[in-house]
């Protein structure tokens, strides 16, 4: 008797479930770009500035990059900059490293880019500062050319 | 059932929004957002998120939103947003006001919005708190619509 009182709770509890996941289907049909469970959602906006940092650099061009699932924004090279990114599972730091043996002058001409918003569903805000235009430019891929 | 007319309006909005964002890549892909001299950037990250403040709280949707000079992004309404921010000029403080006469519960289950990026050359970063998703419906217009 025990057993088959189980089995009747057991059988309940699944028909609950399978008609739960059925409601939650059908409440939620057309909304791909929602990402509440498809995607976790990505949203930047990259800027370069003149300036030395954040606080006192002067914008001079800002673009919008998502990366869910593609690339789009008014980044001249969405998706190229989204695979750059998801090749370093979002980690700034890494596109801004050194140039890849190129030879810049070194005088102090600072730029400074910025990666604000969410990557992934987790908040990014990143600074980096160039002495100069050339390192900004010396082969860090696709993400801050722009 | 209103929840979900409104689902599918949404879905169908974000649906028409991937497709003019695709069709204006299309029609202008040389990177219409270099603008030096023309026009200040403005480019935002919008996010709602589940919980009480920016670092705590879940991002649950996030969309990007230019407008220089039209609007553009992920937004489902870019251009209704852009509007309703230059009316304001850019005072994010603005679009999340008071509800317009709108009856509300009180419960107690928070909503965050954030919008990171530029508006016009001048950095945005800004935050709101909204009791519940009730409060952040309530009419402030198009900007947090998403």
């Not at 057991?10 to 498809?38: D, E, S």
């Not at 500062?129 to 696709?142: I, R």
Request: charged share 10%; glycine share 14%.
């Amino acid at each position: 008797m025990r057993y088959i009182t189980g089995g009747i709770a057991l059988g309940a509890a699944l028909v609950l479930g399978a008609l739960a996941t059925t409601a939650q289907a059908a409440a939620a049909p057309a909304q791909p770009a929602r990402t509440g469970g498809l995607y976790a959602p990505t949203a930047l906006v990259l800027t370069v500035g003149q300036g030395a940092g954040r606080a006192d650099a002067t914008v001079q061009r800002a673009v919008t990059l998502s990366c869910t699932p593609g690339g789009a924004g008014s980044h001249p090279n969405p998706k190229a900059a989204c695979a750059q990114l998801r090749a370093v599972s979002g980690e700034f730091s890494e596109v801004t490293g050194a140039p890849d043996g190129r030879l810049c002058t070194k005088e102090w001409n600072p730029l400074v880019v910025t990666a604000d918003g969410v990557w992934q569903g987790r908040r990014v805000s990143y600074t980096h500062t160039f002495a100069n235009p050339c390192e900004l430019t010396g082969g860090q891929g696709a993400v801050f050319e722009f």
